[in-house]
């Protein structure tokens, strides 16, 4: 494994003027060919020499620590281990923290953002085709494919629950409104059980969840509720907004344009709890044990559970959902720029620009203090 510079030695001498050099060795380590046999360590393959690295000490080290020759489009995590679909070859792998594939599937198909659902027992991709595909979990092995989608991509992130899957096939009907269908599959056989159909929405379905005991199915100024069990309808709402929406404490988190909502719903009706005004576009929310993290056009925010605004991680670009390893919290660009906030302080912490190839909101996850970057090749980084 490549040479690091410690967590301790960054707080005493890591400055922002380090970042150029920086970007340079990661450049560097980038380009390299990988094994495709195992990760690739950077000690090996890189070429930086000793010098370069004492020279730019950061969280990032001298470079990654291992890479593996993929293009990533999504990443899970479960149990200790990543979960990716690859774009190129089209499959599925399943990635210990040190570099090791425990498994990868033949290919199943294209799996954009977001499209990824991992449980117990299994793990869940939507993929362009009007298919949704799952595999167990453990070892790969295909449990059931279904490639009945209406329309030919997926709306929102699948909901896996006790008895079901669920998906949101999204298709056009005219310059105006969009037509969804809701696809509740079983489980276990991949049949479908019931379909609730939408051919009037005038935006995307941006979620689907469980709240309650309800299932709810967002889009941007409606929110509908259904029996679970039954698919009748319980309840419409549209006196706010919504969108990518998380139910949390019993309660529904909306990020939408950009605005964070906290809504409590009741037996018939529902009230905003607080609303945070931001900027930019938001797109989604992580929660972590003290507060909210936002994500969107201008990088990523830090609320409060009381709607409170804690700080501003500002980026150049959108950002994905970002990823929290001890007191940091990382997030990565569309121009691949990777930056570490402070947790608490919301203060940069380290930089450093990643190879351009690959997906442009190319996603990243952590598993065990290791940070996967899904730029391709895909690059990992041991924070701790």
């Known amino acids: 494994m490549s040479e690091r510079v410690s967590r301790r030695a960054l707080l005493r001498t890591a400055s922002l003027g380090t970042a150029g050099g920086l970007a340079g060795c990661l450049r560097l380590t980038a380009t390299d060919e990988p094994s495709t046999d195992r990760p690739t360590s950077t000690s090996e393959t890189s070429g930086v020499t000793d010098s370069a690295r004492t020279e730019t000490p950061s969280l990032f080290g001298a470079g990654p620590d291992w890479t593996l020759d993929a293009q990533g489009s999504d990443i899970v995590t479960f149990g200790g281990t990543f979960y990716l679909s690859t774009w190129v070859s089209r499959q599925i792998l399943a990635v210990r923290p040190d570099g090791t594939v425990e498994w990868e599937t033949e290919q199943l198909g294209k799996f954009k953002r977001n499209s990824l659902a991992a449980t117990e027992s299994m793990l869940v991709g939507c993929g362009y085709g009007g298919r949704i595909t799952a595999v167990e979990r453990t070892s790969g092995e295909l449990l059931w494919n279904f490639t009945g989608g209406r329309y030919d991509s997926w709306s929102a992130k699948p909901l896996v629950t006790d008895q079901y899957v669920i998906g949101v096939s999204q298709g056009d009907t005219d310059e105006s409104d969009d037509a969804f269908v809701v696809y509740v599959l079983d489980r276990t056989s991949g049949e479908v059980i019931d379909t609730i159909e939408y051919t009037d929405r005038r935006s995307p379905i941006g979620s689907v969840g469980v709240i309650d005991g309800a299932l709810y199915v967002a889009s941007f100024n409606v929110l509908d509720l ?108 569309r121009y691949h720029q990777l930056r570490a906030f402070d947790s608490g302080t919301g203060d940069l912490r380290a930089e450093a620009t990643l190879p351009s190839e690959g997906l442009p909101l190319a996603p990243i996850a952590s598993v065990d203090g290791t940070l996967l970057v899904g730029v391709e090749p895909l690059l990992a980084y041991e924070i701790r």
């Open 226 to 333: 259904y029996t679970l069990d039954t698919r009748s309808q319980v309840a419409s709402y549209d006196e706010f907004l919504y969108g990518s929406s998380h139910a949390r404490d019993g309660d529904l988190f909306v990020a939408t344009s950009n605005n964070v909502y906290r809504y409590r719903l009741s037996d018939s009706s529902h009230s905003q709890v607080w609303g945070a005004t931001l900027r930019g576009s938001v797109g989604d929310l992580r929660f972590v044990s003290d507060g909210i993290l936002a994500n969107g056009e201008a990088g990523v925010f830090k609320l409060g559970y009381d709607g409170e605004r804690r700080w501003w991680g500002e980026t150049d670009a959108f950002v994905d959902r970002p990823v929290v390893i001890d007191e940091d919290v990382f997030a990565l660009d």
